[in-house]
């Protein structure tokens, strides 16, 4: 069973940063590609980003240049840093292994003044 614990999410201002973490148990870690997923209030869950088993990483467009994945094989945790972030950013974000169907509870981001 795979298991998401999902931190870092909160309130910010618009222009300012948060740094999201996402420790995962339960599979051989380093061999995955994981991602970020959002959705937004009255959205759809969206994809965010992933980064793959090599450190091969792919963005939405709305992202790029502002957010960045990283990951940690050793401590079984991928990472989001978001920069400039703005109020359309507001949303439950979520990690996910790509390929595998099982969600986290998510963490909160909300960019409000």
């Known amino acids: 069973q795979v298991r998401f614990v999902e931190s870092g999410g909160g309130l910010v201002q618009p222009g300012g940063s948060l740094r999201l973490s996402c420790v995962v148990s339960?599979?051989?870690?380093?061999?995955?590609?994981m991602g970020w997923y959002r959705q937004g209030p009255g959205k759809q869950r969206e994809w965010v980003t992933e980064?793959?088993?090599?450190?091969?990483?792919k963005y939405v467009d709305s992202v790029k240049g502002r957010f960045t994945i990283s990951r940690d094989n050793a401590e079984n945790t991928v990472y989001l840093q978001m920069d400039s972030l703005q109020p359309e950013d507001t949303a439950v974000y979520y990690c996910?292994?790509?390929?595998?169907?099982?969600w986290g509870q998510g963490t909160q981001v909300t960019v409000s003044s």
């Open positions: 980064i793959n088993s090599s450190g091969n990483i």
């Open positions: 996910k292994v790509i390929g595998r169907s099982n």
């Open positions: 339960g599979i051989t870690f380093r061999l995955y590609t």
